[in-house]
């Protein structure tokens, strides 16, 4: 009798969890807070522990000189669906970037999509 009390016990339990779980997992809003000039991107997750999620970003690349023998060091800051900035990573933009960059930035945009694996917002994947 304990042990068909106590599975009993337990099954409630576990219905009870499941549906607290569901119930708030479809209540999240799906609305995203733009955050200026910043890329929209499919959204990627980045840590799986804290569940920080990447769907915009924003570069900056830093000691652009008239040296053109030389690449460039990149921060590309990563942002969650709120709009919070929850993560900071660096890349190097090589020359042949550098040189090619001119008045258009989406010659940035698609060097560091690419070195990332990130995915524009809308893009489907074709091959």
Known sequence: M???LLISAFAISLTSYSQISAGT???TSDTIVIV???LQVEPVLINALTKDTC???LWNVQNI???TTQGSPCNVYM???NGVNFGQVSCYIPKEIINNWGTNNTIIDDYVLAYF???RRG???TK
Do not use: E
Request: positive net charge; glycine residues 4%; without cysteine.
């Open 25 to 27: 997992a479809t209540s």
């Open 55 to 57: 769907y915009q970003i």
């Open 36 to 38: 200026q000039d910043a």
């Open 123 to 125: 893009v489907s994947k």
């Open 2 to 4: 304990k042990h068909l």
């Open 117 to 119: 694996g990130f995915r």
């Open 65 to 67: 000189s008239r040296d």
């Open 79 to 81: 942002y969650a669906r």
